[in-house]
């Protein structure tokens, strides 16, 4: 599957360990667009998915995450 290159309103992130950077990128975003998607495991050259597994507790960090910035 392939999302595609990323754009504006899109961010893409090898792994959940971006997500410092990640917060960063949304928080761009929205500021401009009011609007935006973030995928986790996709590569960044050619948008391709490549999975990742996420634990239960790497969710309710990146939850909290956007809680706390967002």
Do not use: C, P, W
């Not at 997500?19 to 391709?48: P, T």
């Not at 998915?49 to 909290?64: A, F, N, P, Y």
């Amino acid at each position: 599957m392939n999302l595609g290159m990323e754009n504006e309103t899109t961010e893409h992130k090898r792994s959940t360990a971006e997500l410092e950077a990640a917060m960063e990128s949304v928080a761009s975003i929205l500021n401009k667009h009011d609007h935006g998607e973030l995928y986790f495991g996709v590569r960044l050259r050619d948008g391709e998915v490549i999975g990742m597994d996420v634990s239960e507790k790497t969710l309710r960090v990146i939850s909290q995450a956007f809680t706390n910035r967002v």
